[in-house]
Structures are given as C-alpha cells and as structure tokens.
Nanobody
Framework: QVQLVESGGGLVQPGGSLRLSCVAS????????MDWYRQAPGKQRDLIAH???????EYADSVKGRFTISRDNAKNTVTLQMNSLKPEDTAVYYC?????????????????WGQGTQVTVSS
C-alpha cells in the first residue's frame, strides 16, 4: 500500500512564503506524475502545479511566477515553494501522485492522494 504524507502548511501573512512537502512511501518502482491541487471552502479542487518524471512543468495561471514545484525521484518526494502568498491562496492543499507503479505490469500502477494540509494567508 502506498501512502502520501504532506507537511508544511500553516498560517502566514500576505506576501509571505511557505514550503509544502509530500513524501510517497510503500512499494514504489516509479511515479509518472506528481501534482499539487488545492481546494478552497465551497469550491472545487483545482490543479495548480504538475511535474512529470522528465518533461514540462505546468502551473495554473493563478500561481505562475509565485509557486515552484520540484521533485526528487530517488526519494519519491514533491515540494511546492509558495512565495508572495495572497489571501486568495487560502485552501487545503493536496498532493497527488499519478501512475504509481509497484511492478512492471499496467495493473501494478495506481493513483493516490495525500490527506491535505491547510494553508491560511491572513493578516
């Protein structure tokens, strides 16, 4: 069984920074994509940053230029550096791993979600 565990959320003032981390543990041979989503109260869960194992990184327009996603394939971790935070960035942030494979067969690959971490931007 694979688990994703996030850390690094909290309360920060507008203009401040936070760094979120997500570690995938369990029997893992490879992870195709790792993403960060967020969900504000009363709103849908939105994709904000996407990083493949080797390829183009993508960001939502709302965070482009302020957030940076990175991953360490050897450690099965993904991080989200968030700078110049705004009150509208307040949300629960979720780590998502796509194509987590425990073997070579397609049936060995699944997607997983972390439990979420609260980020609150307020003065």
């Amino acid at each position: 069984q694979v688990q994703l565990v996030e850390s690094g959320g909290g309360l920060v003032q507008p203009g401040g920074s936070l760094r979120l981390s997500c570690v995938a543990s369990g029997r893992i041979v490879s992870i195709r994509f790792m993403d960060w989503y967020r969900q504000a109260p009363g709103k849908q869960r939105d994709l904000i940053a996407h990083i493949p194992g080797d390829g183009i990184i993508e960001y939502a327009d709302s965070v482009k230029g302020r957030f940076t996603i990175s991953r360490d394939n050897a450690k099965n971790t993904v991080t989200l550096q968030m700078n110049s935070l705004k009150p509208e960035d307040t949300a629960v942030y979720y780590c998502h791993a796509e194509g987590v494979c425990s073997g070579d067969h397609w049936s060995d690959c699944h997607d997983y979600w972390g439990q979420g971490t609260q980020v609150t931007v307020s003065s």
